[in-house]
């Protein structure tokens, strides 16, 4: 049983998969309340899609790849593939979105050890490490620094 949907191309390149194929009730999708297939999609794309997005087709659902990275999504013309060079950059953009709220985490015990002298090179060391994250080679084998006890 084919799940299908309809793969849009945005302005900036990038694929949305937005919409169930219009189905005429052999698929198991479901049976649509339109009538016609150009019916549904005159509906659904009359109020879901904007009109700059470009059809490319239908795919189906099985051979989509994980939705954790659909924003880097790329459609070949057979099929919907995550782009590597945008899943990296968008994994960098994750991890630095990390290690800042590691960073605004650790203000305060580093403001109170700075207060008792006590374990403000631990904190020091820390939050320097955490700094350093986006330094690291390989974004999907980042190795997270210990705050001090």
Known sequence: MRHLRRVYQRPDGGIAVV???WDDGNSGFGKTDHETEAAFYEW???LNIPAEWINKGDVDVATLPAREFRQCWRYDGAQVKVDAALETVERWRRIRTERDTRLAASDGPMLRANE??????????YRQALR????QPDPKAIVWPVPPQ
């Open 44 to 46: 659904a794309v009359t």
């Open 116 to 125: 008792t002298g006590m374990q403000v090179q631990a904190w020091l060391a």
């Open 132 to 135: 350093d994250v986006p330094l």
């Open 19 to 21: 919409l169930p194929a």
